[in-house]
């Protein structure tokens, strides 16, 4: 259950344009719960507190209001700065991006832990083709791929073609890492983690 300390009071004496801001910092707030979730819970929350109708147009606005929402899916073994670039931008262009962990049966379980830097995020994880995992969603979602050179952008323009048949709805951005960040791999941390020389491009 989620807990909201607000209360009426906050709301009375401002405008819709400051109620707003309210609703922005509490969307920020709880950015790592499922927003079919969030959005539920918030507008319950709002009708809870809800004296003299006061906040009628602001539940109406809530109800019908859609945040853009991607998802940063990848088998992130580990998760380092180079997917952390990719993401920082992704979230200046999206309200919420959700970071989605998939396990490739072609690569190695993944054994690294989840960098503490990304836990205030919503963080799921999936076994299924990510297609699969975007349908299931009940909400709509662009997917962000990151890119490090034209090499990134060869195989995702292949795989994009495989899940636009799979799922012809799917939506996709591609976004370049920053030039300090495009030799970063995974593979390549985990071969340096042999010689325990990896832990500069981990994130905390």
Same mark, same amino acid.
């Given at each position: 259950? =989620?807990?909201?300390?607000?209360?009426?009071?906050?709301? /009375?004496? %401002?405008? !819709? #344009? +400051?109620?707003? +801001?309210?609703?922005?910092?509490? !969307?920020?707030?709880?950015?790592?719960?499922?927003?079919?979730?969030? %959005?539920?819970?918030? =507008?319950?929350?709002?009708?809870?507190?809800?004296?003299?109708?006061?906040?009628?147009?602001?539940?109406?606005?809530?109800?019908?209001? #859609?945040? %853009?929402?991607?998802?940063?899916?990848?088998? !992130?073994?580990? !998760?380092? /700065?180079?997917?952390?670039?990719? &993401?920082?931008?992704?979230?200046?262009?999206?309200?919420?991006?959700?970071?989605?962990?998939?396990?490739?049966?072609? /690569?190695?379980?993944? $054994?690294?832990?989840?960098?503490?830097? =990304? #836990?205030?995020?919503?963080?799921?994880?999936?076994?299924?083709?990510?297609?699969?995992?975007?349908?299931? &969603?009940?909400?709509?979602?662009?997917?962000?791929?990151?890119?490090?050179?034209?090499? *990134?952008?060869?195989?995702?323009?292949?795989?994009?073609?495989?899940?636009?048949? &799979?799922?012809? /709805?799917?939506?996709?951005?591609?976004?370049?890492? *920053?030039?300090?960040?495009?030799?970063?791999?995974?593979?390549? =941390?985990? $071969?340096?983690? %042999?010689?325990?020389?990896?832990?500069?491009? &981990?994130?905390?």
């Amino acid at each position: 259950m =989620i807990s909201f300390p607000d209360t009426i009071i906050s709301y /009375k004496h %401002k405008s !819709f #344009q +400051q109620h707003l +801001q309210i609703e922005r910092f509490y !969307f920020k707030t709880y950015q790592h719960i499922d927003y079919a979730i969030y %959005k539920q819970a918030r =507008i319950q929350h709002l009708k809870n507190i809800n004296e003299n109708h006061l906040l009628n147009p602001l539940i109406d606005y809530l109800t019908i209001y #859609q945040p %853009k929402i991607a998802v940063f899916p990848g088998s !992130f073994n580990p !998760f380092h /700065k180079g997917h952390y670039n990719i &993401l920082q931008k992704a979230e200046r262009i999206f309200d919420k991006v959700i970071i989605a962990f998939g396990e490739n049966p072609d /690569k190695n379980p993944r $054994t690294f832990p989840i960098p503490y830097t =990304i #836990q205030n995020r919503q963080i799921e994880h999936y076994t299924t083709l990510l297609t699969d995992f975007i349908a299931r &969603l009940p909400y709509d979602v662009t997917v962000i791929r990151g890119l490090r050179n034209s090499t *990134d952008f060869h195989y995702e323009q292949n795989q994009y073609r495989y899940m636009q048949e &799979l799922y012809p /709805k799917i939506k996709i951005i591609n976004i370049f890492c *920053d030039k300090m960040y495009e030799h970063i791999s995974s593979s390549g =941390i985990r $071969t340096l983690q %042999k010689y325990n020389q990896h832990h500069t491009y &981990l994130l905390d």
